[in-house]
């Protein structure tokens, strides 16, 4: 069963909030890494990608079962690799 994200922090985490990412960069990671604070923090962007994403992630999925990884990180790993162009 899949949470959404983890609503309580592993202590000595910082804040997704709270990180800052370097703007003056040439890699094309910081701009992706920005996006994804903005789709966080913000409760608008937030409801509308989850309602969209949840629903594919757990689709055919029983509720039961260990906990695997949150889908936030699910779609930060995935935005992550396909920026990068890796495997």
Do not use: C
Not at 3 to 10: A, I
Not at 27 to 40: K, M, N, Y
Not at 55 to 75: A, C, F, N, Y
């Amino acid at each position: 069963m899949r949470k959404r994200f983890e609503l309580s922090p592993v202590l000595g985490s910082l804040a997704i909030s709270e990180v800052t990412i370097p703007i003056k960069s040439r890699d094309e990671l910081p701009p992706v890494l920005l996006a994804l604070q903005t789709i966080f923090v913000s409760g608008q962007y937030h409801q509308k990608m989850f309602s969209i994403v949840e629903p594919v992630i757990l689709r055919d999925k029983k509720q039961t079962g260990r906990e695997g990884m949150s889908i936030w990180e699910v779609i930060v790993l995935s935005v992550i690799r396909l920026t990068l162009n890796t495997n």
